[in-house]
């Protein structure tokens, strides 16, 4: 059975792409737009780390940054990190949106310790707390995207 992630696996660019031009749309949208898009994007984590996940792989991982110190040795821990990286971008720049303000940052960083938690009482993968880092990294790169966007567009109408 071919499933969406495996195809956002194989072809790389697709997931920067669409993270640009989400975060664009999301800085650019009005609110309600980002509302919407807000929901259809949090479904499409859901799936891409609950439900388009295989079951099997459960357990936990708390050694900060073993994944890291991987990082330029293993080209497999390389592209899992910058896809937990770019998955939390678009959502940083929606919540922005939504919400200008800093405190917004948390929110990644709670959703993404509700979806570790989730997958490894589901046997859906492993708990890690470099997942979240990840996560939590490209949800403040969102914000910034986003905020860097909103004062550029501000800086240019005046």
């Known amino acids: 059975m071919l499933f969406l992630s495996d195809i956002l696996h194989e072809m790389h ?7 640009c031009l989400l975060c664009i749309v999301a800085a650019l949208g009005s609110r309600k737009l980002n509302a919407v ?5 949090l479904a499409f984590i859901v799936y891409m780390t609950l439900i388009g996940e295989r079951a099997g792989i459960a357990g936990v991982r708390l050694d900060l940054f073993w994944s890291y110190r991987l990082f330029f040795i293993s080209p497999v ?4 990190i910058l896809n ?16 200008p303000r800093g405190y917004v940052v948390l929110i990644p960083v709670l959703l993404s310790l509700g979806i570790e938690t989730l997958q490894l009482v589901l046997g859906r993968g492993l708990f890690e707390t470099d997942d979240i880092i990840s996560n939590s990294l490209g949800g403040l790169i ?14 240019l109408s005046t």
């Open 84 to 99: 937990n990286i770019w998955l939390f971008v678009p959502l940083g720049a929606m919540l922005y949106r939504l919400w």
């Open 142 to 155: 969102g914000v910034l995207v986003c905020w860097g966007i909103r004062k550029g567009i501000a800086a």
């Open 77 to 80: 821990m390389r592209l899992q």
């Open 13 to 19: 660019w697709i997931v920067v792409v669409v993270g």
């Open 37 to 41: 898009l807000l929901v259809l994007y």
